[in-house]
Every structure is written in C-alpha cells, then in structure tokens.
C-alpha cells in the first residue's frame, strides 16, 4: 500500500486485493459500515482483525428501499464468529454509505459495495484518504449511527459530502466551479438541482461529458427522471454516453481535470435528503490522473446514448447486459 495521503481504487482492475490489504493493516481498530457486505474472504479477513485482537465494530443497512434483505447472512456470520455487530441507524431509509476505518488513521471511502460483483463486474471506486481531518469525521459519523444520534451534524470545511446533511449543495457547488472540462460518471440522474447545474454548465461553454448506464440497474420508479434529465441535457450541449465494457454503478464528477468527487450517492433526491451517504472531494493530482484516464477509457469504449421516451416502455429494451435484479441502484 502507498505510503501516500491518497490511494485510489479502481473496480473491477484492482479487485480485492487492496480492500483485503487495507483490512489486514488494522492492528488496533476496524470500523466497518456497509450497505451491502457479502464477499466471503473479505469476511474472513475481518474475522482474522478480530481474532488477531483488533478492536472491530461492523454496521451494516438492514434493507434495501425495496423492502428486500441481503446482509441477513452476514449478520448472523458475524455474530457467530464473535465480531461486535450491529444494524445501521433507523434515522435514515437506507444507509448507502461504503466506508472503512483502520486504527483511527486511513478511511476507505467507496462506491463499490463488499460483494463479490462489485470486484468483478462494474465499474467503481474507492479512496483512502489518510488526512486526518477527514478521517476523524469519518469515525465521527460512525459513533452518531452508531449510537442513533438524531442531532450530528459534520463541519461542513472537511472536504467530505455527507447525506442527508451538505451533499447536495456540495455536489452543486463543485459543478459551478467546473470552468472548462466537467465529466460525469453516474447511473442515475434524479435530482433537478443537479440536472439544473450541470445544464447551466454547458451553457456557459463548460465541455461537459455524461457517461450513464442507460437503463441498466434503474427502477421504474426512476426511468422517468432518469431518461428525462438525459435527454434534457442533451438538448442543452451535453455529450452523453452510455457504458458498454462493464456495468456502471461508479458516481465520479472531475471537474478541469484536477479536482474529483468520489462516493456513494446517487444524483438521487432521495441519496441527498433520506440516506446515509458519504463522498469525498479529491485534489491529489496522480489521484485525479488515473481518475481521468478510466474515464476517458470508459468513455472510448462507449457510444453515444440518445436516452428513449420515458413514457414509451416499448423503447426501453436494453440488451448491453443480462438482467441483473439484485443491482437495482439506491
């Protein structure tokens, strides 16, 4: 692992090496909250931090929005392995967020789930920062969930977004900044600030470029925003893509090629104001680098997407990817 303040993860390149030698540096402390934790030897090797005497707490989301439950399994193997182990604060509808803490001093901050998919599968990141500041905040968030504080707020100067507290205004604020390039990783597009930001965008001659998922992973619930907001932002001089090497669940902004965001939320209405979510701003310039050159990969491997009428389900047929229905994205 670099001795870096930055190290960045890239799914499925990297797999689970790096998040199994991240786990294993724990010699004191291992905080672990999860939406969705079911990769058997990433669960081992947390068994191994607790059998080793590092001090681990898991919190894991006890539902997904629909109703359905996937770390039922993962609960109870924990529990019997005698790893202290709880379910995620009831204050939020789901907990989405994707982090790791090792003894107080490196957080892991993702958009990939610790399922075996999400190593294989799709494309997605991880950051682990090692700013201090950054890190305290991220425990800070740990101990008011855990503890189902109703009344935390996190200092908003931290350089993390966090929902349902400053994401939004975050994320809008980091796309005003965007002064000649704004690329954009997301599956899905369902927040009209957002959309309304990055509109605004292109028409003060920003070059932005959308890479969407189409409707892969999308409820239909969220078709409507979804495609709407792709075709809208067509109209007003984004280029948008649709992924076609690998399923997209990543969430990137990187705005004039030297600062990026990173993290769980979705461009959701809901990933803003009803969950636990949790991104980072990134500024480390190798860390931006690599950021820029998967996407640019991405993005040559891609093809233009002209999103379908919402309201014509005839049109919505999509056959890039088998019909995955355990990846519907939150």
Known sequence: MSSSRLHLIVQPDDGTAPV???????????????FTFTQPEVMQAVVERKNAGVAVRVMLNPKRSGGDRANDATFEFFQNEGVTIQWASPKFYVTHEKSIVVDGRAALIATFNLCE?????????????????????????????WAHREDWKPSPDSGLLWSNSNSREAMSRFI?????????????????????????????????????????????????????????????????????????????????????????????????DLRRELGARVQDPKVVAR??????????????????????????????????????HE
């Open 20 to 34: 199994l030698d991240f786990i294993r540096q724990a010699q004191k402390s291992l905080l672990i909250k999860q």
């Open 176 to 272: 005003d900044s965007a002064k000649h390039t704004l690329e954009i990783q997301h599956p899905k597009f369902v927040d009209a600030t957002i959309l309304d930001r990055i509109a605004e965008a292109a028409h003060r001659g920003v070059t932005v470029r959308v890479l969407c998922g189409g409707k892969h992973g999308i409820s239909d619930w969220d078709i409507l925003d979804t495609f709407s907001s792709l075709r809208l932002m067509r109209r007003s001089g984004v280029k948008v893509h649709k992924q076609k090497n690998l399923r997209l669940h990543a969430k990137l902004l990187i705005a004039d090629h030297g600062h990026a965001i990173v993290g769980s939320m979705n461009i959701d209405r809901s990933a803003f």
């Open 117 to 145: 998919k999400y190593f294989t599968l799709t494309r997605d990141y991880g950051v682990i920062v090692e700013d201090p500041v950054k890190v305290a905040q991220v425990m800070e968030g740990f101990e008011a969930d």
């Open 291 to 328: 950021l820029l050159e998967v996407f640019e990969r991405d993005w040559d491997s891609s093809h233009r997407y002209d999103a379908p009428d919402p309201l014509d389900p005839s049109l919505h047929h999509e056959t890039d990817f088998p019909h995955d229905a355990d990846l519907v």
